[in-house]
């Protein structure tokens, strides 16, 4: 299983979620679990779900701290880097205190969540992820409009004084 590039369920107000992890019954779970209630798009390689994150607006990615190509956190950076807004949880069987550290401190990543996860608290995340996406988004679109409006403003305040 490369990846699925196909979303679980295609409505388009709800959450898009990619999950990244080099098992594919981890993969396959995750999208049983949250398929009904998420767009989610699944991924075994970095690469292949880097080119998700290219091709789709990405809301949420979670991906595996153990990987054979690339760990979990240096995934996660370079998504913190390239797709700011995107919010990012790392899963961990186990975690030590230096992996936990540079997944905070480089990855800036949103929770690290344990496995085996919990249903419920997985979807409190993922909430709570979505939550902080769109107040960024939001805080975005807010900058961009103040700029455009000071644009016209300044504009505005030139002609009056050319004239």
Do not use: W
Not at 51 to 63: A, D, G, K, R, T
Not at 82 to 104: C, D, H, V, W, Y
Not at 120 to 131: G, H, I, R, V, W
Request: proline share 3%; charged share 20%; glycine share 2%.
């Amino acid at each position: 299983m490369k990846h699925s590039n196909t979303p679980t369920n295609t409505t388009s107000s709800m959450v898009n979620v990619l999950c990244l992890d080099n098992d594919a019954m981890v993969l396959h779970s995750f999208k049983s679990l949250f398929g009904n209630d998420y767009n989610v798009f699944t991924a075994t390689d970095p690469f292949d779900a880097y080119n998700i994150m290219q091709s789709e607006n990405i809301h949420v990615v979670l991906s595996n701290l153990e990987m054979p190509s690339m760990s979990g956190t240096n995934f996660l950076q370079r998504m913190a880097q390239e797709f700011p807004k995107a919010q990012r949880i790392l899963l961990a069987g186990n975690i030590t205190a230096e992996a936990m550290l540079s997944a905070i401190n480089q990855a800036r990543v949103f929770r690290v969540i344990t496995k085996p996860f919990n249903k419920e608290e997985m979807n409190e995340t993922l909430q709570s992820a979505f939550k902080n996406y769109q107040e960024m988004a939001d805080k975005e679109n807010s900058i961009k409009r103040l700029e455009k409006q000071n644009a016209q403003f300044e504009f505005l305040l030139r002609q009056q004084m050319l004239s």
